[in-house]
């Protein structure tokens, strides 16, 4: 009995240990697939680096490891960057939006991973369906508030765009001389068509753009009070990135507003345009200020990189 226990005993010791083993030798394997994939990729050696990255995916197909997510990541930038070079393989393409999508499934806030998928789709011509993701995530509760936002701010700027296109026609907008000066006078399109549009797109991008503005944190406003020598390198990152999504909507809300302001013009009220134009002066003077913090931040980074350049430069000598 005793002999028997302990050969049970020493069976599953051996199991642990061998499993242990081979977890730590795949550990090692994906570790130097993935350096030399990056390598590879960095060299432009696209196949070679996709066949080592698909290694270590299949080492880690579920991505349940730091190994397994990068590899999932790095194969999707490939495979990309292989259909980048060469525009007729589709093929490739394809299997990028699927790479993508893995990665994606893994962690809904790789925001890198997600602007890259939603515009290959666009450059494959599914135009409606990067449109859908983009919709998907801006009301999706698991993404960041400031990636929802983002992607408000791109669908307010597809709306935007269609309004511009009418109110910005020659037709349209027209140069005329008012106190000795020349400026804009808008009339309505002669199309009641292109005027609806105009109108609707107007409305719906002014819709858009204040979804995203109300994910907006308190931080970004406060931004410009803050120490920025009293940041670390990655602090200042953070706040710049989340500075320029803002800044990006409030410039489209601005935008938005003088769109309304034009259609208020082609009507012939003279105090919307007005009240509009009021609104929009106010947006605009908010992106202004977050632009400037944006400014003074790359400016706080050069700073440091100079001084850093200027130390390593001195220890040479």
Partial sequence: MRSSRLAII????????????CSYYNQIVARKNLVDGATAYK??????????????VEIDPKAETMEGKTAQLFLA??????????????????EAVQAYDK???TDVNDQ??????????????????????????????????EYRAEA?????ARQYSCANEISDAPAVKKTVKKD???VYEYTKPENPDDFARLKTCADEGLKLIEQAIVLEPAEVQQAKDVDLKSLTPQQID???????IFSSAWSYKANLLYQKMRIAEMDGNTAEKDSFKTEGDKARAVFTGLNEVEKNMTAEKDARKKIEDEKKASNKK
């Fill in 10 to 21: 020493v069976l599953i010791a051996f199991t642990i240990l061998t499993g242990a083993n």
């Fill in 43 to 56: 060299e432009r050696k696209f196949a070679e680096a996709e066949q080592l990255f698909r290694k270590t």
């Fill in 77 to 94: 930038r490939t495979l990309h960057s292989q259909y980048i070079s060469d525009r007729k393989n589709n093929a490739k393409a394809e």
């Fill in 103 to 105: 990665v994606l499934a």
């Fill in 112 to 145: 890198g991973s997600f602007k890259a998928l939603a515009s290959l789709m666009d450059t494959l011509g599914r135009k409606d369906e990067s449109l859908q993701r983009i919709n998907e995530r801006a009301n999706n509760a698991n993404v960041k508030p």
């Fill in 152 to 156: 408000y701010t791109s669908l307010a």
């Fill in 180 to 182: 000795g000066k020349d």
């Fill in 238 to 244: 953070a706040k710049s990135e989340l500075g320029r």
